[in-house]
């Protein structure tokens, strides 16, 4: 099974389903969201298993104080997504940036421009370091 940041596709698929649609959601906005929308026909014992897997993992919040649960994203998708590289770049490459993107970049050739940007990046990063 392929991960997608960490995520089986399903998951990926709720995730990507909060990080588009911000803010609390009821379970039937979630279901009426995968079926009508994405024309999958889960059954409500589907929608709700992968949402307590997303709880029980730490991706989710619910609020269960009123009397419908409100579901949402615990991080935004940018947050996650530098997270789970951070973590790969220390358990893949001993923390070692270079060697990092030097995967990353494999071999590809790269545009005058995007070393461009690399290189502004780089300076941006070690001129803030100094201040």
Known sequence: MDKIFGFSETEYEYMEFFWDNPGNKTFKEILDYFNN????????QTVSTFLTLLIDKGYLNVDKSKRK???????????????????????FFDGDLV????????????????????????QNLRDNRKK
Do not use: P
Request: aromatic share 10%; proline share 0%.
């Open 37 to 44: 929308v994405k024309a999958k026909g889960w059954k409500k």
């Open 69 to 91: 649960y409100l579901y949402s994203s615990k991080c935004d998708k940018e947050k996650h997504i530098s997270s789970y590289l951070q973590r790969m770049c220390e358990n």
């Open 99 to 122: 060697n990092f993107i030097s995967a990353i970049v494999g071999d590809r050739e790269l545009e005058t421009d995007e070393c461009d940007k690399i290189i502004e990046y780089a």
